[in-house]
C-alpha cells in the first residue's frame, strides 16, 4: 500500500533521511522505532509532503512525491503529529467534526464510533479542547483524524506523557482500527505497546533503516536493542 524506496529528506544543509527503505501493507499495523533525533518523525513529514521528500513516495501504486500535504490526505492518508495540532477554541465535538470528509453510507468513522471507544469525549463533547487532559486531547486528535476516513493513518508518539491505563486503551485502539483495514504506520518511542500491536518493526538510526522485521525478530536480537534502542 505505502511503498517508500532511497528517501532523502534535509533540513537547510543538515540530512536527515539518508536513504531510508520500508513498505506498509493494506491493514497492516508497522512500526518505526529508534531513538529521538534519527528521522523518524522526518520520515511521516516527507510522506505528508511537510518536508520536502527526495526518492519515491508510493501510495496504492501513485507517485506522492510533488504533491501538497492537503493532497496527499485526499488521496488517504491521514496523520496524527506528534503535538496534536488541536484546534484549542473549539469544544471536543467541533473538533471532530473538523475532521469529517465522508458522511451517511461511506464513512467508517462516524462521531458514535469515536464516543464508543473513547467514551471520555462523549462526556467532554462540549468542553473546549484546551480543557481536555493530555490523554483527552490524544484521544481526540486522533479520533479527529479518523473521521477523515484514511486509507492508512500516520501516528507520531501517541502514547508520549499518557497514563498506563491510556496507554493500553491507545493500543486497543490501534488494534481496532486495523482491523476495519486500515493500515498504521506507528513511531513509537515506547517498546512495549509498539512490539504488542506490530505486525513488522522497522529500526532507524542515523536517518537510515538498520533492521526490519516482526516483533519477535526483534525481541531475539539483542544486539540491535542494545545499539539502537536501549538508552
Known amino acids: 500500500m505505502l511503498e517508500i524506496k532511497d ?20 491493514g497492516e499495523i508497522v512500526s518505526l522505532l529508534g531513538r529521538n533525533g534519527v528521522g523518524r518523525s522526518t520520515t511521516c513529514k516527507a510522506i505528508m509532503g511537510l518536508v520536502a521528500p527526495h526518492g519515491s513516495v508510493r501510495f496504492q501504486g501513485e507517485d506522492l512525491g510533488r504533491l501538497k500535504s492537503h493532497q496527499v490526505a485526499r488521496k488517504g492518508i491521514g496523520y496524527v503529529p ?5 484546534f484549542s477554541g473549539l469544544t471536543t465535538r467541533e473538533n471532530l467534526q473538523m475532521g469529517i470528509q465522508k458522511m451517511g453510507a461511506e464513512a467508517l468513522w462516524t462521531l458514535d464510533d469515536a464516543y464508543r471507544l473513547f467514551p471520555r469525549l ?41 497514563a498506563p491505563q491510556i496507554v493500553t486503551q491507545v493500543g486497543d485502539f490501534l488494534l481496532e482500527i486495523a482491523a476495519k483495514g486500515i493500515s498504521i ?9 509498539a512490539m504488542r500491536v506490530s505486525h513488522r518493526v522497522y529500526v532507524m538510526g542515523h536517518g537510515q533503516i538498520v533492521f526490519e522485521g516482526t516483533p519477535a525478530d526483534l525481541e531475539a536480537n539483542e544486539a540491535v536493542r542494545k545499539e539502537w534502542l536501549e538508552v
Do not use: W
Open 185 to 193: 504506520l506507528l513511531v513509537e518511542q515506547r517498546l512495549s505497546i
Open 122 to 162: 462523549q462526556e467532554r463533547a462540549d468542553v473546549k479542547a484546551e480543557m481536555l487532559s493530555g490523554g483527552e486531547q490524544q484521544m481526540l486528535t486522533m479520533c479527529r483524524t479518523l473521521m477523515g476516513n484514511p486509507k492508512l493513518i500516520m501516528i507520531d508518539e501517541p502514547t508520549e506523557g499518557l
Open 7 to 26: 528517501l532523502h529528506a534535509y533540513y537547510g544543509k543538515s540530512h536527515v533521511l539518508q536513504g531510508v527503505n520500508f513498505e506498509v501493507g493494506e
Open 82 to 86: 506528534e503535538d496534536r495540532l488541536i
